[in-house]
């Protein structure tokens, strides 16, 4: 479990490498054309099957959480979402990842964004991953999306190195939709 510390620390992690990587603000945001920005943050449950461990065989992974996205004209919407895909990681670095992400806002729109790439890097236990494509359908489609993850430590350590691996975590995720 997570205590209320860890989640602190987790959250000023995050704000820091946002600040770090120079995302633009919401209200610089413009709208070109069909194209739409976007800027969310959200948590999300991620489950990993198997479980990773010291090896790199490749692992699928399936994601489910929630955004908080707020539009160019300043405008707020929820959008749940559903991630599916494949990583060659371990418990501890993970690779590349391929996956597609289905957003269900509240409003009743859709996008669906198609992940190639994803380096990553873990620092005192938090694995940061920086994923990039392009929203393939719905809202936004043929804007480019950038995903920061950054996973809280939701297990013990030794549990990289037992059999079944990490099979759960939790992270903390900032979005952008660019045109």
């Not at 269900?104 to 494509?133: C, F, H, Q, W």
């Not at 920061?148 to 903390?172: E, H, M, N, W, Y």
């Amino acid at each position: 479990m997570i205590g209320k510390r860890g989640i602190g620390i987790a959250l000023s992690s995050l704000t820091l490498l946002a600040s770090g990587i120079g995302w633009a603000p919401t209200t610089q945001a413009h709208t070109a054309g069909a194209h739409t920005v976007q800027d969310c943050t959200g948590r999300e449950n991620i489950t990993y099957g198997p479980g990773l461990g010291l090896s790199s065989e490749p692992a699928t992974v399936t994601v489910d959480g929630v955004y908080h996205c707020v539009d160019a004209s300043g405008r707020g919407v929820t959008a749940e979402y559903h991630t599916e895909g494949t990583t060659a990681g371990t418990c501890l670095l993970l690779a590349w990842n391929r996956s597609e992400e289905i957003l269900r806002y509240a409003d009743g729109g859709k996008s669906v964004i198609a992940y190639r790439s994803g380096p990553s890097v873990r620092v005192l236990g938090l694995n940061t991953a920086k994923l990039e494509g392009v929203v393939v359908a719905g809202r936004g489609k043929g804007s480019v999306a950038e995903k920061i993850i950054q996973t809280v430590p939701g297990s013990l350590p030794t549990d990289c190195v037992l059999a079944d691996g990490i099979k759960r975590t939790t992270a903390f995720t900032h979005l952008s939709i660019q045109p």
